[in-house]
């Protein structure tokens, strides 16, 4: 009997690792675990000029377009990048492409790609694009990006989010075969995370960028005399100077989870708009931290709401020193509850990559 022939696939990702951002780190699971979950053999496009493999392929990003004028998104001129670099090289083609953003402007490869190849193309929203209260858009501009996402969307094969409620905001995610993708914890690194202890002074764990201005927690943490380990890129926001504040910059994710695991709660900031998830949430019920949800607007509603529903030890504040304050004290006073065996494992990346999969075969059929 003859072996099954190899599937060829490519991603096509702006940020790869060493880059240690989620969009970065969600495009290289997926470069690891497609060659033996699809059969495939997969090579990767990428701005990032430090990524290096035998499948990597550097595009860097570079030119000038007046459109980035009308929407600023680095895609627009790496879109031209690519073109360019596929028509000088000569590769075998594809069997499928994916497309992953933001940036996002590059998804109109789409036709492009499949006329040149006849191969299939998801594309991978990893935020909403068009509707993205986050982005602080005008009507005018809000309108403009959903005609070019309705092009995108009409022209691909399939399509991937990364919860239910972009799904409902992005076009055409209803009428295209899609899946939810989170982005998940990765399994496939260590964790041992000390024991939760609530108490007179829990300390406190924030991974990642701030999405607004942090000073109303750190004021909080200060006040209340309990410690907050920072793990992102924006320690320049925080009072570094104070006992209680502590950092170690923007680390790799074993020793984010290290720091994690060390600390009794997590914390997390969000807009409080429905779509708003966070991939530190999974980190934290990995871990099995308390969590506490700093919000800019509402309470007890959308994605991040629904993820921790039947998850204890979660605690929300409205984004004001006082409130924070209130919260904290609230946790000093609770007594930590063990969360459900095995809630955390549908977060995995692992979990998560069966449903990227099936669209796959679904598609390649």
Same mark, same amino acid.
């Given at each position: 009997?003859? @072996? /099954?022939?190899?599937?060829?696939?490519? +991603?096509?990702?702006?940020?790869?690792?060493?880059?240690?951002?989620? !969009?970065?780190?969600?495009?290289?699971?997926?470069?690891?675990?497609f060659p033996e979950a699809l059969n495939a053999d997969v090579q990767v496009i990428t701005g990032q000029e430090d990524a290096s493999g035998d499948n990597i392929h550097v595009v860097p990003k570079s030119g000038s377009s007046i459109w980035t004028k009308v929407i600023a998104d680095d895609g627009i001129i790496w879109k031209k990048n690519i073109q360019a670099y596929l028509e000088s090289h000569s590769f075998e083609a594809p069997d499928l492409v994916i497309i992953t953003g933001g940036p996002f402007m590059h998804f109109g490869l789409t036709p492009w790609? @499949? /006329?040149?190849?006849?191969?299939?193309? +998801?594309?991978?929203?990893?935020?909403p694009?068009?509707?993205?209260? !986050?982005?602080?858009?005008?009507?005018?501009?809000?309108k403009i990006k959903q005609w070019v996402e309705k092009r995108f969307n009409a022209a691909a094969d399939g399509l991937i989010?990364?919860?239910?409620?972009?799904?409902?905001?992005?076009?055409?995610?209803?009428?295209?075969?899609?899946?939810?993708?989170?982005?998940?914890?990765?399994?496939?690194?260590?964790?041992?995370p000390e024991q939760v202890k609530l108490g007179e002074s829990p300390s406190f764990a924030y991974a990642g960028k701030f999405y607004f201005n942090p000073e109303p927690i750190q004021k909080a943490i200060i006040d209340e005399k309990v410690e907050l380990h920072y793990i992102?890129?924006?320690?320049?926001q925080l009072e570094l100077q104070n006992e209680y504040i502590k950092s170690k910059g923007f680390v790799d994710y074993p020793t984010a989870l290290d720091v994690i695991g060390k600390c009794d709660v997590g914390i997390i900031q969000t807009f409080g708009h429905e779509f708003q998830s966070t991939t530190k949430i999974f980190d934290y019920v990995r871990c099995e931290r308390a969590i506490l949800i700093v919000s800019d607007d509402k309470l007890h509603e959308g994605s991040i709401h629904d993820e921790l529903a039947q998850y204890p030890n979660v605690f929300w504040a409205k984004n004001d020193a006082k409130a924070i304050a209130e919260a904290i004290r609230k946790i000093k006073q609770s007594t930590y509850q063990q969360p459900p065996n095995g809630f955390a494992d549908k977060y995995s990346r692992h979990y998560q990559l069966t449903g990227v999969v099936e669209l796959i075969e679904k598609l390649l059929k």
């Open positions: 009997m003859s @072996k /099954k022939a190899k599937r060829s696939i490519w +991603i096509i990702a702006f940020a790869f690792p060493p880059n240690k951002r989620v !969009g970065a780190m969600r495009a290289g699971y997926w470069s690891k675990t790609l @499949k /006329k040149k190849y006849k191969c299939k193309v +998801i594309l991978d929203y990893r935020d694009f068009a509707i993205n209260p !986050g982005f602080k858009n005008g009507w005018l501009k809000v989010t990364v919860n239910e409620y972009c799904g409902k905001i992005i076009e055409l995610f209803d009428h295209k075969p899609s899946v939810i993708a989170q982005n998940g914890y990765d399994e496939t690194v260590k964790c041992e992102g890129p924006d320690e320049n």
